[in-house]
């Protein structure tokens, strides 16, 4: 094999620069990706899940989003969209999926753990803050 540079192809700086930013891009959503786990660890190859990580790495790329609006070629505006339209429905899926599989054991527990009587004449036992807080907590995740 070749190398580009060694065969006379001299890359302007322009073209540097997009080759650059579109590595980043990638680099940044296969990192997402893969703590989403969607793709396998590269050297491990075990699944690794870490949605509070992967979240990270999204919001970086909405930052470079914002950042350079208005600055970027086409191509380079379409690869940031895409990657990021993928990664909000990764994220959403991943998301979805991981309190279905937490809660379930915490739920049949609750349900199976005895419950105290109360002394006669005791007004009635109001509901726990915590469920009605992981409600809400349930109802407005961010979603991407």
Known sequence: MSDPMSAGYNPTPEQMMTALFAHLVMQQANMAMMLLGKVAHPETGQIVKDLETAK???????????????????EEANLLKQNLMTLRLNFVEAVESAPAQAASPKEAMADESPKPAA???????TPPAASSEDEHRKKFTKKY
């Open 56 to 74: 990270l790495f999204i919001d970086q790329l909405e930052m470079l989003e914002a950042k350079t609006k208005g600055n970027l070629t086409k």
């Open 119 to 125: 002394p006669a004449g005791a007004p009635a036992e």
